[in-house]
């Protein structure tokens, strides 16, 4: 049974930085795409990162280009989703997921499994 939790969030002001990790149990990952996504309050859940764990490719949303980045530690099998220069609208619930497809999808029907998520605030 795939088994992933978040860990990492808080408070933070904006312009800081965080690090969400999601740890992953179940299964050898190695095939898997694991992502990242966010859900705030009254909108819908987005697509933050995606990494295909074997190759390493990411993609990344155009609103986190450049501030986040998403990696993985295949000893702890872990996925990292680094934050920097945090904005209070990057305030939300991050769910980690996974999906046993290797591609990147953006589309969170496209995932299998769920975390229960983590949540992020960010104050001005």
């Known amino acids: 049974q795939v088994q992933l939790v978040e860990s990492g969030g808080g408070l933070v002001q904006a312009g800081g930085s965080l690090r969400l990790s999601c740890a992953a149990s179940g299964r050898t990952f190695s095939g898997y795409t694991m992502g990242w996504f966010r859900q705030a309050p009254g909108k819908e859940r987005e697509f933050v990162a995606a990494?295909?764990?074997?190759?390493?490719?990411?993609a990344y949303a155009d609103a986190v280009k450049g501030r986040f980045t998403i990696s993985r530690d295949n000893a702890k099998s872990t996925v990292y989703l680094q934050m920097n220069s945090l904005q209070p609208e990057d305030t939300a619930n991050y769910y980690c997921t996974a999906t046993a497809r290797f591609v990147l999808p953006r589309n969170s029907r496209q995932y299998d499994y769920w975390g229960q998520g983590t949540q992020v605030t960010v104050s001005s």
């Open positions: 990494i295909i764990w074997s190759a390493g490719l990411t």
